[in-house]
């Protein structure tokens, strides 16, 4: 039985992806890098120092810094997101989003955020719908990043559930291939090839549907219990 929704953020509810982009894109610049255009769909759901490795490979400088100072560089990136958000509302809620979480309140069910970004309580905040979630996974706190499953295995628990009692929402491959690794049900919103290994996927926020994703999630189920 569905009892809980797990949400990653960048892409999903809201589009603060072309904030982190937009950001990387000034530090890789800085660096002398120049990012090809895979690199869009590769920096997404990843964790900052995990997307920083893969900024500084992209220019072969991956072993021109030592730890401090590539915590420095993420942090200097961090500094110039954090100066492209300022100025995001509710207005950024990505459609369908509002209307997916007033049903899902409505219905009962736990939400929770399993997001690599750092940021997430201040874009929520300002989104104006921090309060509609159960807990937020502290990114600060895993030890491994997408596609590994330990944040959403974390959401999962904060939210008190069973892997087969929650949906977890996703528009990134590394971000369903985590889903899936943690014994989840996978929502991918985006490019159905690219997002294959997901249980159903939309082409945007704005398909989403509870009793759509509902219908799917028993089906899955069901199927399950059929083949044993």
């Given at each position: 039985?569905?009892?809980?929704?797990l949400?990653?953020l960048d892409?999903v509810l809201?589009?603060?992806?072309?904030?982190?982009?937009?950001?990387w894109?000034?530090l890789?610049?800085s660096?002398?890098?120049?990012?090809?255009?895979?690199?869009?769909?590769?920096?997404?759901?990843r964790?900052?120092?995990?997307?920083?490795?893969?900024?500084l490979?992209?220019?072969?400088?991956?072993d021109?810094f030592?730890?401090?100072?590539?915590?420095a560089?993420?942090t200097?990136?961090?500094?110039?997101y954090?100066?492209?958000?300022?100025?995001m509302?509710?207005?950024?809620?990505?459609?369908g989003i509002?209307?997916?979480?007033?049903d899902?309140?409505a219905?009962?069910?736990?939400?929770?955020?399993?997001?690599?970004?750092?940021n997430?309580p201040?874009?929520l905040?300002q989104?104006?719908?921090l309060?509609q979630?159960?807990?937020i996974?502290?990114?600060?706190?895993?030890?491994?990043?997408?596609?590994?499953p330990?944040?959403?295995?974390?959401a999962?628990?904060?939210?008190?559930?069973?892997?087969n009692?929650?949906?977890?929402?996703?528009d990134?491959?590394?971000?369903?291939?985590?889903?899936?690794?943690?014994?989840?049900?996978?929502?991918g919103?985006?490019?159905a090839?690219?997002l294959?290994?997901?249980?159903?996927?939309?082409?945007?926020?704005?398909?989403l549907?509870?009793?759509?994703?509902?219908?799917?999630?028993n089906?899955?189920q069901e199927?399950?219990?059929?083949?044993?």
């Amino acid at each position: 039985m569905l009892k809980g929704l797990l949400f990653d953020l960048d892409g999903v509810l809201t589009d603060s992806a072309k904030y982190h982009l937009a950001a990387w894109n000034q530090l890789a610049t800085s660096l002398q890098i120049k990012l090809p255009p895979a690199a869009n769909e590769q920096l997404r759901g990843r964790s900052r120092m995990d997307s920083l490795n893969l900024v500084l490979a992209y220019g072969d400088q991956q072993d021109h810094f030592t730890q401090a100072q590539k915590v420095a560089l993420a942090t200097r990136k961090n500094q110039l997101y954090q100066q492209l958000i300022q100025k995001m509302t509710a207005a950024d809620i990505l459609p369908g989003i509002s209307n997916l979480l007033a049903d899902a309140k409505a219905a009962g069910l736990k939400m929770v955020i399993a997001s690599a970004s750092q940021n997430a309580p201040t874009i929520l905040t300002q989104l104006g719908i921090l309060d509609q979630f159960d807990g937020i996974v502290d990114p600060a706190t895993l030890k491994h990043g997408k596609p590994d499953p330990e944040i959403y295995v974390r959401a999962q628990q904060q939210a008190h559930l069973a892997a087969n009692e929650v949906v977890a929402f996703e528009d990134a491959v590394v971000g369903v291939a985590a889903i899936k690794a943690a014994g989840q049900f996978a929502v991918g919103i985006g490019d159905a090839l690219a997002l294959h290994r997901a249980d159903y996927v939309v082409p945007s926020t704005a398909a989403l549907r509870l009793d759509k994703i509902k219908q799917a999630f028993n089906a899955k189920q069901e199927s399950r219990e059929t083949n044993g």
